[in-house]
Nanobody
Framework: QEPLMETGGGLVQAGDSLRLSCLAS????????WGWFRQTPGNEHEFVAA????????YYADSVNGRFTVSRNYNKNMMDLQMTALKPGDTASYFC?????????????????????WGQGTQVTVSS
C-alpha cells in the first residue's frame, strides 16, 4: 500500500478554487515536513508549498504565494492545499510528498530530492 494518496484534482476554470488533500496511511509521518510539488510532461517536479512537522513554518513558491494555502490535519493524518485564483499555468499533476526531516530551510524544502515518500499524483487542469 502506498503511504500517501492525493485527492481533489479536477478540471476548473481560471479564477476558480480547488482543494487538494493528501492522506497518509500505514506510516507515522506526523513529525516530518510535508510538501506539494507539481509536474508537467517533460519537466521535473516543481516546488509548490511545504509545511513543517509542527505546522509552525510554511513555504510557498513565488508563483503561488498569496493564492495557495497549505495546512495540516494531524487528527486525520492529512495535509491540504487550498488553491484559489487558479490560472492556466497551474495546470499540472500535483504530488504530495513527505521529507525525512521535521524542519527545513526554504531552499531545502524546495528540493524534491530530499522527500522520502510520494503519492501517485492528482491532475489539476485549469481552462482559460
Amino acid at each position: 500500500q502506498e503511504p500517501l494518496m492525493e485527492t481533489g484534482g479536477g478540471l476548473v476554470q481560471a479564477g476558480d478554487s480547488l482543494r487538494l488533500s493528501c492522506l497518509a496511511s500505514g506510516y507515522d509521518l506526523s513529525g516530518r515536513v510535508w510538501g506539494w510539488f507539481r509536474q508537467t510532461p517533460g519537466n521535473e517536479h516543481e516546488f509548490v508549498a511545504a509545511i513543517s512537522g509542527s505546522a509552525s513554518t510554511t513555504y510557498y513558491a513565488d508563483s503561488v504565494n498569496g493564492r495557495f494555502t497549505v495546512s495540516r490535519n494531524y487528527n486525520k493524518n492529512m495535509m491540504d492545499l487550498q488553491m484559489t485564483a487558479l490560472k492556466p499555468g497551474d495546470t499540472a499533476s500535483y504530488f504530495c510528498a513527505v521529507h525525512y526531516l521535521p524542519s527545513l530551510s526554504r531552499t531545502e524544502a524546495m528540493n524534491w530530492h530530499g522527500y522520502e515518500y510520494w503519492g501517485q499524483g492528482t491532475q489539476v487542469t485549469v481552462s482559460s
